[in-house]
């Protein structure tokens, strides 16, 4: 009842019902904000929620190395552990790192292809199947196909996996739709499920839905990413 108690109070909760329930198997979300805001903080936050919860989660990266995002999950793990005066840090530690894989890609010759044959691996290998897929820095969507992102879509429907991914804003010469998102990243819209506009203020950093499934009226709530730990908190 304790570690029950701990999951539900997690701020990710207020976040996943802002969201209709959560992402959904098989469904798309983007993070977007300016480079260094955090997103990458921001997914990794969500990605160890999950990790808690006894779930497993595939981390895909072609920006950091696996030791600067191994160390990313701990500082967020150990900031979570405290916000939630968490019991048994170690062996919820040990428990996380089991049912995470991280893979690091060239990002120029990462494909469809490789993702699928890295998750067949892991299956026959470690029976592992994930239930998140985190992919940061990939697809970059000003690059990409449309059969790139129904490719990944269909794998994680095939994983019943939800996948998250990001995309950066600028501050000028950036071509937006009138709810702030990216040309690049709406002319996918009908494959984005949810969209998250990460928006840097004096003190914090706040967070805004621009994007909930098919929702015409979209959730206001007051959340925000704290600069310092890059956890979700309720304002």
């Known amino acids: ?3 029950k108690s701990m999951i539900e109070r997690s701020p990710v909760r207020i976040f996943e019902r802002a969201i209709g329930g959560g992402l959904g198997e098989g469904k798309m979300g983007v993070v977007l904000s300016r480079r260094g805001v955090g997103k990458t903080g921001f997914l990794i936050g969500l990605a160890v929620d999950h990790l808690l919860q006894g779930r497993k989660v595939l981390y ?3 920006k950091e190395s696996v030791e600067h995002i191994n160390n990313f999950f701990d500082q ?10 968490m019991d048994q840090v170690p062996q919820k530690l040990l428990r996380m790192e089991r049912n995470r894989y991280i893979h690091v890609y060239n990002r120029k010759t990462f494909s469809v292809e490789k993702l699928q044959q890295s998750v ?3 299956k026959d290998a470690a029976g592992f199947e994930p239930d998140m897929v985190i992919m940061d820095g990939t697809p970059r969507f000003e690059n990409t196909e449309e059969w790139e992102i129904e490719g990944v879509m269909k794998l994680a429907a095939e ?11 600028h501050r000028e010469g950036q ?7 990216p040309a690049a990243v709406s002319r996918f819209d009908d494959h984005l499920s949810v969209i998250v506009n990460l928006e840097p203020e004096s003190d914090h950093i706040k967070v805004r839905i621009l994007k909930e499934h098919g ?3 979209l959730p206001q709530v007051q959340m925000e990413l704290d600069p310092k730990t890059l956890l979700l908190r309720w304002r």
């Open 175 to 181: 071509e937006m739709d009138d709810r702030g998102v």
């Open 159 to 169: 994983w019943g996996a939800g996948l998250w991914t990001s995309s950066n804003t």
């Open 60 to 62: 895909i990266s072609t």
């Open 1 to 3: 009842m304790v570690e």
């Open 215 to 217: 929702s015409t009226e």
């Open 120 to 122: 067949e691996f892991l």
């Open 76 to 85: 967020i793990f150990h900031a979570m552990a405290d916000s939630l005066d």
